[in-house]
């Protein structure tokens, strides 16, 4: 085809300097044009000429730098192919060039320059034409030729057959003439420039065969080699055809250099797919698993998708698909540890035993999911914690609070960039294995989003009977969580839906006495906070009065967290103490005179003072944080027994309330104007407390002749010419529910009948038009606010009083307890005194 044989060029060629690669006969190369004579030559004979003649050129190599090629001309190589320009593309940027597409056709020797302006042209000598191998070549030369035969043959046998390139080239070495071998695959192999312009010099074909010989040598060790360090990747081997710029088959460019990108590739891709059937997924899902793969294989990195695909398969490999831990319950193992982390809580550590024993009998986890209710930090996670760690299982909780769409909960898929796993499936993510997950919902103000919980798929996962095969809208694939134990806590049932609650079996965890925090504070929350701080006892002491002035004047909450982190913020006060100390001994240590010192740190202070005066000095060990302190460092004390303060005019009573916060006192207001007998209600009350105090008002009016009560003027109807403004502090906060109705008929009886209500009374109670006293829930909370109150006396309804043996000991020793079954109980429980009718105006002149 390109043999020198069969063509005859002309004897006058224009000639072509390239800077780049060397072109040899029966190769094809590509060449960027830039240069003014080569600009020249393509402008005035490529692209005008109309013959076939007139696209052949001499292609010489140019040694020297491009950059000084301008008007001096080179000293020209010798030795130069004749070739045929097969294609021009002009292009303006970022320069004006020109593309050539050259195929080589048979080497020239320079005669002679005939002319350098505009283009070069000289008188050339076609070599190649004189020695050729005619049929079977004998001597030297044809033994060479056969070795080099062999050798393109090995070296093709190497590379995959599938290639429709290198099948082509398989055929061709048959069909080359053998002398063209040389140069052809000289072209092809990896070969310096140095090396080509060796080849091309080699004029006599003996020395063509022998220089190139080496060369292909090299190639096929160097080919082995690659397969033999990836042995496993033999196939995919022998698609990396080693041929470089001028391949002879053009549009097909095969580089070593772009290998090693596709072997990272590959090998990541290899690595996931290996992961990926490790995993141990069940048949369906490892299904969907290599169909994703397959697709991210085709994908180019730079796809959005690329990277959720792969997002994906990384989270399915990392489900815990059939890891899981086996239970190693010994439930007096079990107590001793709930003991040892939690104080108090004996009703619900109890249960959680039994629960457990329950669970590891039968075996199963099927059964109610246990719900622990109650305020903030009370120690619902930590008992949960310390479950998992019973079970050495592993624990992880998910928060819920505010969830009010399925995606939350089953994740969800659309195409683009909006997907995500679920909560649940994270958190198996992240659990690592099949244990245990922690659910908490939470009754903040999005709560109402819970409602929609039936639809949104909790079942799904909570419920032992469904949750076997959870399918996550992400994964898209069922998973088995049959066997995570699943704990729930929320501050309230109130915004649980009924159907999930059915399910649960609600543990109420009340809030703390002082006592029991007292407890909390020395045995568990005193030593935690050292230790975070790197502390110890030696250096600071707490005293149980700083913790009783913290609890009632810092903190007021049903829980221990806030009393928690007021130890933190005392533990880091100390911390820079003891810093400061120890700084004042690292000085003294180096000063000279601290050696003789004889280790007295009494001494060394005095010392290291008298040397910088604004140093502080090391405290006295152990620091003991007293009220001075505490003030000091937790700043003037937040809550202040205002009860008294506010109990000093007419009008005011305390109630009690229950909040998902724990229990909480609650001063109740009321004023009279001159108007038209108007009720006002303010502090953002719910429809059931409003109906309470049109309750309260109507009761008072038919009583108020049997007690005397009158309006503003004396007036024998409380609302007559009068107003009535019923207000409950904290008005930002909503309220609702009925058991503030005794709180109102004694604050209402109180305006009317201008008599203070004792300062050291709170009440509970829902009240009925003709006066009963009905029940009402949180008993315990609400006692345990107003102890921590410091009330003395507490009426509740009659019908609550088996509530009372919920409340420690000596809270009841503490508190006067008034079961109230009327309301004529309440006021006059309420009341110095008592509040009968008779005894009315003699009460007011001597309260007045
Ligand atoms: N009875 C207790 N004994 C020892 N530590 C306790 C006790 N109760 C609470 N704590 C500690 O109080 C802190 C808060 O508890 P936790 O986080 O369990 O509260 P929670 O009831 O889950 O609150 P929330 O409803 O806000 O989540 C934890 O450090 C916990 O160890």
Known sequence: MTSGGGIRIPSRLPLLLTHEGVLLPGSTMRVSVDTARNMQLVKSRLLKGTSLKSTIIGVIPNTRDPEHDTDELPSLHRIGTAGLAVQVVGSNWPKPHYTLLITGLCRFRLAQLLKERPFLVAEVEQLDQLEGLSGAADGELGELSQRFYQAAVQLVDMLDMSVPVVAKLRRLLDS?????????????????????????????????????????????EGLRLLQKTRKPRLEEDKRLLPVRRGSPFPGHRFSLEDEDEEEEDSDDMALLERKIRGASMPEPALRVCLKELKRLKKMPQSMPEYALTRNYLELMVELPWSRSTTDCLDIRAARVLLDSDHYAMEKLKKRVLEYLAVRQLKNNLKGPILCFVGPPGVGKTSVGRSIAKTLGREFHRIALGGVCDQSDIRGHRSAGTGRGASRTAFALFCASAQRQAWYRQSSDSRGSGLQNFSQTGVFQVLDPEQNHSFTDHYLNVAFDLSQVLFIATAN?????????????EVLQV????????????????????LEQHGLTPQQVQIPQETTVDIISRYTREAGVRSLERKFGAICRAVAVKVAEGHKVAKTDHASPGAETAGGEKADGREESLAGSADL??????????????????LGPPVFEMEVSERLTLPGVAIGLAWTPLGGEIMFVEASRMEGEGQLTLTGQLGDVMKESAHLAISWLRSNAKAYGLTNAVG?????????????????????????AGVTMVTCLASLFSSRLVRSDVAMTGEITLRGLVLPVGGIKDKVLAAHRAGLKRVIIPRRNEKDLEEIPANVRADLDFVMASRLDDVLNAAFDGGFPASHLHAQITSKL
């Open 715 to 739: 007036g024998p109807d409380p609302l007559e010419g009068t107003d009535i403004h019923l207000h409950f502090p904290a008005g930002a906060v909503t309220k609702d529910g009925p058991s």
């Open 616 to 633: 502080a000095l090391p405290p006295e060990m152990p620091i003991v944080i007293d009220r001075h302190a505490l003030k000091d460092i």
């Open 510 to 529: 009340p809030g703390y006495t002082q006592e029991e925090k007292i407890e909390i504070a020395h045995r568990h929350l005193i030593p935690h906070q």
């Open 492 to 504: 309230t049932t109130a915004t649980i839906p009924p159907a999930l609650l059915d399910r649960m």
């Open 176 to 220: 080359l003439p053998r002398e063209t071998l040389p140069d052809v695959l000289a072209s092809m192999i990896r070969t310096s420039n140095k090396e080509k312009l060796q080849v091309l010099d080699a004029v006599g074909l003996e020395e063509r065969f022998k220089k190139t010989l080496p060369l292909l040598s090299r190639q096929i």
